[in-house]
C-alpha cells in the first residue's frame, strides 16, 4: 500500500535536461527524509542528492551545481531537476524515504536505512 515510484526518466542527449519525480502513495512524505540513489551497470548504487523536513539538502560532488532536489509536500513528491546531464548520469535513478531523518553528507553514503525504496526509473545521456 505504501509506495515510492518514480517518473520523468528517459533518454536525452548530453547537456539535456530531465526532471524525475518521486511520488508517494499510502503515506506522507512530510516528515522524512528523501534521498536520490543511482546505479550504473556494474557498479554499486550511490547517493545523488538527499532532502530532509527541515528543507536542508546535500549532493554528490558529481551533480552539484547541476541538480537540485526539491519537494512539495502539497503534492507529496519529490523532485530532482537534473540539468547538463552528461553520459555518466546515465544510471537507474531510485528515490528512497528515510523517517524523521535528516538529510546530512553522510546520508548520501549508504543505502541502509531507508524506510521505502522506489523501484527504480532508467535515465540515459547518449548523443
Known amino acids: 500500500q505504501s509506495q515510492l515510484v518514480e517518473s520523468g526518466g528517459g533518454l536525452v542527449q548530453p547537456g539535456g535536461t530531465l526532471r524525475l519525480s518521486c511520488a508517494a502513495s499510502?503515506?506522507?512524505?512530510?516528515?522524512?527524509?528523501v534521498a536520490w540513489f543511482r546505479q550504473a551497470p556494474g557498479k554499486e548504487r550511490e547517493g545523488v542528492s538527499c532532502?530532509?523536513?527541515?528543507?536542508?539538502?546535500n549532493y554528490a560532488n558529481s551533480v552539484k551545481g547541476r541538480f537540485t532536489i526539491s519537494r512539495d509536500n502539497a503534492e507529496n513528491t519529490v523532485y530532482l531537476q537534473m540539468n547538463s546531464l552528461k553520459p555518466d548520469d546515465t544510471a537507474v535513478y531510485y528515490c528512497?524515504?528515510?523517517?524523521?531523518?535528516?538529510?546530512?553528507?553522510?546520508?548520501?553514503?549508504?543505502?541502509?536505512?531507508?524506510?521505502?525504496w522506489g523501484q527504480g526509473i532508467q535515465v540515459t545521456v547518449s548523443s
Open positions: 532532502v530532509d523536513d527541515t528543507g536542508k539538502t
Open positions: 528512497a524515504a528515510d523517517w524523521a531523518n535528516f538529510c546530512y553528507e553522510e546520508t548520501l553514503a549508504t543505502t541502509d536505512g531507508y524506510d521505502y
Open positions: 499510502g503515506f506522507t512524505l512530510d516528515h522524512y527524509a
